[in-house]
């Protein structure tokens, strides 16, 4: 196994806790996607079956400031990354696509089917890479490729050995949430409290990121079946409020955390959560872990790192 990483926004040290955990050894190698000449060397160094695609910038707000990079980073990267991949005939990929192809949503739950459509750059990213992987498959159809469209990953390894680390301020809900309880900032803005939801709050399905993971290593089997390519989205199915979302944080804890009702993030949708029927159906893929062990194993890792991986 090798991971390749630039590093701009990770730690090397979560690569020793994975080793650490799994008592595996990683190869790893420090390479941008733009960076061909070096992910050339990578691929011939090391022949890979499959590529499990995660890199990319993910943060909404940064993207419509600076939409360049987005494109540059995400949709130059994966095409660098896919050139390489056919000068080496590898032909075997899954991607990491996201929820935010299916813009604000009309209809609820939302399935694979349900119409597309980007409201921010970071969004126009994932939909235009979907759009290049199949564009590709139709030229090639060797190629096999499975999209994996995930709704709002949360929670950490229950070992509180890896976790989210982001740098600065937070800008997703649960990081932001488990900083306010371990006192590091004064408490959470909770984004609009007027919206047409069970308390007024948007409502979201999280998903415990173990068994997002475990959803990539059943889309890896899947690839070995030749079968195209193929899309699923990997959340519960559960909609469950920001409040909610505090609610379960406290009890599951103890810890209290301070809030406060403030004005509507602008972009946000109301109600975003999925119909996970056909990962169940296609990739045997269930989630297993509900709400209280996601807020749980969130907190024991910002229990255990306070200063993340530094
Ligand atoms: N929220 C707050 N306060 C905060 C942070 C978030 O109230 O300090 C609310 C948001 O308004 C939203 C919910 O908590 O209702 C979840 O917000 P996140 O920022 O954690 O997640 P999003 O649903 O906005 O975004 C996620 C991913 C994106 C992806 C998007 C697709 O982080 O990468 O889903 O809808 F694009």
Known sequence: ?????????????????????????????????????????????????AVVHFAGLKAVGESMVNPLDYYKNNVCGTATLLEVMVENSIKNIVFSSSCTVYGAPKNLPISENSPLGAVNPYGQTKLTIEQMLKD????????????????????????????????????NLMPYMTQVAVGERKELSVFGGDYPTKDGTC?????????????HLKALEKLSENPGVIIHNLGT???????????????????????KIVDRRPG????????????????????????????????RWQLKNPKGYS
């Open 1 to 49: 196994m090798v991971a390749v990483d630039n590093l701009s926004n990770s730690s090397k040290e979560s690569l020793n806790r994975v080793q650490k955990i799994t008592g595996k050894t990683l190869t790893f190698v420090q390479c941008d996607l733009l960076d061909r000449a070096l992910l050339g060397q990578i691929f011939a160094d090391y022949q890979p079956d």
């Open 136 to 171: 590709l498959q139709v030229s090639d159809t060797s190629w096999n490729i499975s999209i994996l469209r995930y709704f709002n990953p949360v929670g950490a390894h229950q070992s509180g050995e890896i976790g989210e680390n982001p740098s600065g301020t937070p800008t």
């Open 203 to 215: 409502v979201r399905d999280y998903i415990h990121v173990v068994d997002v993971a475990k959803g």
């Open 237 to 259: 199915g559960q909609g469950h409020s920001v409040l909610e979302i505090i609610h379960s944080f406290e009890a599951s804890t103890g810890q209290k955390v301070p809030y």
């Open 268 to 299: 946000d949708a109301a109600s975003v959560y999925a119909n996970p029927q056909l990962a169940e159906l296609d990739l045997k893929w269930k989630p297993s872990s509900g709400l209280r062990r996601m807020c749980e194993d969130s907190w």
